[in-house]
């Protein structure tokens, strides 16, 4: 071998390493970029979701309260109830990301993703709108006191099942950091 294709072959075997050396180096830097960028997602979805989670919590501990108020009221005969459970206020939007993105599967059993579900599809317009029209009979004297009363237990026993699940996901989730 002469002096110019030792020259040749060490400049290309260099070229070759460097190259490779540069590829490999950016494959592990889009790696590592994709990591920290689904770690930061990650902690946006959940801390939004503890959010939520707080939110849904108030509304079913103020609709038990309401429920709880206009028993008293139909008991006594008192027509003045204004108890509306607007059930369609229950947000989900961060709950349906974490699912999506897999972070609900991650932290909760089979059992309270189920719970979890059954909370979500039971606060919808159709059981809002039954109470709004079950109160409004009541009031106009269409119903008595004890069909009233059993709408009442069922309404209490949903919102408060419901409440539970959500309970249950909210501890999993600020345990979570």
């Known amino acids: 071998m002469t002096v110019g294709e030792t020259t040749f072959w060490s400049q290309a075997a260099a070229a070759l390493i460097g190259t490779v050396a540069g590829f490999a180096f950016s494959i592990v830097l889009f790696y590592l970029t994709e990591h920290i960028k689904r770690q930061r997602d990650r902690e946006r979805v959940l801390k939004g ?33 204004y108890l509306y459970l ?14 999506r993105d897999g972070l609900l599967y991650d932290l909760l059993t089979d059992d309270e993703l189920v719970g979890l579900d059954k909370a979500l599809r039971s606060s919808n317009p159709q059981a809002e709108q039954e109470f709004a029209n079950r109160l409004t009979s009541w009031k106009a ?7 009233m009363f059993k709408t009442f237990e069922f309404h209490k026993y949903v919102v408060s099942t419901s409440k539970k699940a959500i309970e249950a996901v909210a501890s999993k989730v600020s345990a979570r950091k």
């Open 49 to 81: 979701l503890r959010r939520e989670l707080q939110f849904d919590l108030a509304l079913f501990t103020s609709w038990l309260a309401g429920i709880d108020d206009a028993r008293l009221k139909v008991a006594a005969g008192d027509k003045a109830i």
């Open 86 to 99: 607007d059930y369609t206020r229950v947000l989900s939007i961060f709950i349906n990301q974490a699912v």
């Open 141 to 147: 004297g269409e119903i008595n006191n004890s069909e």
